[in-house]
């Protein structure tokens, strides 16, 4: 027999059968419930004597407040926590919960449980951004669908100096400290943009500002982030701001520069993702001119210290400069 909650109905009847003298195995075959949970119910609300429908299922309605289980994010410490990560340093739920995870050798709350709360409201109060949708404003994606590529671009080619498919294994394979993806984010058309640099293996992020998005700034940018840094190749895309990249393998040493086909940006797929991560501080069309070198380097110092899922929850800068932090 599968168990059901008795009704107002049902407590009716059981009122009614009693008070003209039904057992309690009588009055259980006639709602066809076992006679023990009319017996349970009689003495849990006054015995046979002092009965009532009414007050009986008032009093099953206050019981039934108190039986659910308590939610995770009633823990303020814990609360805290989540909400910090996630309005201050832009983490994502799967960050925060892998995060977690790691470093407590436990499952201490689910990211699917992180989104259920952000999108119930829970942390509209604290969000600091005001907006219809409340907190889940913040959220990465923003609930939006991923658009295709760019198709009939104008830029003007550049000279190849090798294709991806001649890149070292040990860079496609990611087992190296060394090997950088590099593409540039734009604010205002015509003006200062981001030039942006990401190590395969530890998705390290290298973060610079061009005066424009040009080829000889661009070249100075790059040479100035991986000086003293380990580099065996680099992955731009095609964009004639990369135009001076020999000169740029001059300056390092003799790197190999290697430019995957036109229109394929996932070749560089880390890099792009980065790039998307950039534009929570960086949005379209902002002139970046005015944003400061200490700025910059902030917000890539964030970066590189989120937890990655592709890195079993550790940081990028963990990876690449062979430490470990506690963030949890």
Request: net charge positive; aromatic share 8%.
């Amino acid at each position: 027999m599968g168990y059901k909650h008795l009704t107002i109905n049902q407590r009716e009847i059981i009122w009614l059968m009693r008070s003209v003298g039904y057992s309690c195995r009588e009055i259980g075959e006639q709602l066809h419930v076992d006679k023990s949970s009319v017996s349970r119910e009689l003495k849990r609300n006054g015995g046979i004597e002092n009965y009532l429908p009414v007050k009986a299922q008032i009093g099953y309605c206050l019981r039934r407040q108190n039986c659910h289980g308590k939610h995770i994010l009633d823990d303020t410490e814990l609360y805290e926590y989540v909400r910090a990560k996630f309005f201050e340093e832009q983490w994502s739920p799967e960050q925060i919960a892998g995060r977690l995870s790691m470093e407590n050798g436990k499952n201490v709350i689910s990211f699917p449980t992180i989104y259920r709360e952000i999108y119930s409201g829970r942390f509209d109060k604290d969000a600091p951004v005001k907006s219809k949708i409340g907190a889940a404003k913040l959220l990465r994606r923003k609930g939006k669908s991923l658009r295709n590529g760019r198709k009939g671009s104008k830029r003007g080619g550049i000279k190849i100096s090798n294709e991806l498919c001649a890149r070292p294994d040990e860079a496609n394979n990611r087992k190296r400290i060394g090997d950088w993806e590099a593409d540039t984010v734009i604010g205002k058309l015509g003006k200062a943009c981001l030039v942006t640099m990401n190590d395969r293996k530890s998705l390290f992020l290298l973060l610079g500002k061009s005066e424009a998005k040009k080829s000889e700034p661009v070249k100075d940018v790059m040479i100035k982030l991986l000086e003293g840094k380990p580099c065996e190749t680099i992955t731009p895309d095609r964009g004639t701001e990369f135009a001076n990249h020999e000169d740029v393998s001059e300056a390092l040493g003799g790197v190999q520069f290697y430019f995957p086909p036109p229109y394929q940006p996932w070749q560089r797929g880390m890099n792009e993702n980065c790039n998307g991560l950039l534009r929570e501080y960086f949005p379209k069309g902002k002139d970046l001119s005015g944003a400061t070198e200490e700025y910059i380097q902030s917000v890539a110092d964030k970066i590189n210290k989120r937890p990655r899922k592709t890195l079993g929850w550790k940081t990028p800068f963990e990876i690449f400069y062979s430490k470990s932090l506690h963030l949890a």
